[in-house]
């Protein structure tokens, strides 16, 4: 399957503001692009583009005084299956986990692990290892949590959230992850996006979505398997743009000054009956 996806985010600022941006693609999905996810900037400013910590492809930008319009829009293939359920897939010891997947296991700023630790064990201490555990917790935070995009806040941890029992995706990702690390088990943060396909349309403006990822014993050896938290539902036609210990790790803009957000749309739909004559225009990025 085809799905044609994109944005445009629109900022102002009072001057020369530098930007850094995890906008495009993570690179594992490159292959599948059947156009160019080039980000294209309205006024043209230079950009550069390097792979972080975490593999993710950032752009670089010093965003002019004034409006600026960020926008891409591409065309990827997807292979249409949901995401993969491995319910044998047992919990690695942490003696025995890779070096990569340490830091996974720790707390971060918003996973305030040494909060929950001792409500984790009460919880899901007894819930079956590996799958049914994660499963469980996911099952525990998508029935605690409200989604309430009007309550959104950007500083919410993973305790603050269990306790105000409200949030956005982001929180159910932060407080999944943080129930799973004090569990011993690895979990990692992933965004991207995710359209109605193969579910009912909401009517809400599309957004980009958070969900988390863990690492487990599969049938194939040691992987990362996708399970999220707010929609509690295997879904069809991810695509991630970033991956990292948190929310901190994956901002999709981050401004080095006041960069204030006056536009914001996202979509991502898939293409029916074929995709060679419905390919979007996609707007050359500036040199």
Known sequence: MY?????????????????SLLLSV???RRGDLRSSDVIAFDPPVPATQHLDAFGNTMTRIVAPGGP?????????????LLDEAAPEARQIPPAELPDEVLPFL???RYCDTDKLSQIAWNLFGTAPEGWGRVQAIVDFVHNRLRFDYQL????????????QQVGVCRDFAHLAIAFCRCMNIPARYAT???????????????DFSAWFEVYLQGPEGGRWYTFDARHNKRRIGRIVM????????CALTTSF??????????????????????????????A
Request: proline letters at 7%; a negative charge; aromatic letters at 8%.
């Open 3 to 19: 799905i044609r996806t994109g944005y445009t985010l629109s900022f102002e600022t009072n001057g020369p503001t530098p930007m």
């Open 26 to 28: 993570r690179p594992e």
């Open 68 to 80: 600026l319009t960020i926008s891409a829009d591409f065309l990827i293939e997807d292979s249409g």
């Open 106 to 108: 720790l707390g971060s």
């Open 152 to 163: 959104a806040d950007a500083t919410r941890s993973a305790s603050e959230g269990y306790w």
């Open 192 to 206: 991207g996006y995710l359209g109605d396909i193969g579910v009912p349309k909401d009517p809400a403006p599309m």
């Open 242 to 249: 970033a991956r990292g210990r948190d929310a901190t790790d």
């Open 257 to 286: 000054g006041t960069a204030i957000l006056t536009r914001f749309e996202v979509h991502t739909d898939e293409v029916v009956g074929g995709f060679a004559h419905q390919a979007p225009r996609i707007a050359a990025a500036a």
